[in-house]
């Protein structure tokens, strides 16, 4: 029986699918959602520290800066997660949530673990080839290493190319 669904979201399309998905299964099942965003140098719009070298090397005001940042996208994180739980409440679902900091797949692994979930949702970026085996594959991880069920919602090929249209005329409109 399925009561705890560990959701991992984050703000590209394939996370409002991962979302929509949770809802609809919870709302069949009766089960709770935790949602989860991972703070992570992989996720876009992730500040970084300035480095000029192996080791940052920054003075006070670009320190300062980059605490700023941080603090934005953490809040931006918090933010984001409050909307979706507030839609899945709106829905007739359960739902908390929480963001954490650090390797995407251990991460849900690890809450999976310690939440007890019954499931875990995840998308799937789509990597294949060599991107995929550079830039590691989330889902991949989560479905070697978790402690329960692992469903992959994937974006549809459909998807991907009307994103990548997008991009194509945002760039050119420059």
């Not at 359960?94 to 673990?113: F, S, V």
Request: proline share 3%; charged share 20%; with cysteine.
């Amino acid at each position: 029986m399925i009561n705890k669904i560990l959701v991992a979201v984050d703000r590209s399309e394939s996370g409002k699918s991962v979302f929509n998905s949770a809802v609809s299964l919870a709302q069949a099942t009766g089960a709770t959602l935790m949602l989860l965003h991972i703070m992570s140098h992989d996720e876009a719009g992730y500040p970084l520290l300035p480095t000029y070298t192996y080791y940052p090397i920054v003075d006070d005001h670009e320190y300062d800066a980059y605490q700023r940042q941080l603090a934005e996208y953490k809040q931006w994180g918090l933010d984001f997660l409050q909307n979706l739980t507030q839609e899945a409440t709106i829905a007739g679902v359960d739902a908390e949530y929480t963001q954490l900091t650090g390797t995407p797949g251990r991460m849900i692994c690890e809450l999976a673990n310690n939440w007890s979930a019954d499931l875990i949702i995840v998308g799937s970026r789509g990597l294949k080839g060599l991107k995929e085996m550079f830039l590691g594959s989330v889902s991949n991880y989560v479905t070697h290493h978790a402690p329960c069920s692992v469903l992959i919602v994937r974006t549809s090929v459909a998807n991907f190319d009307s994103e990548s249209a997008q991009a194509k005329v945002d760039v050119t409109s420059e």
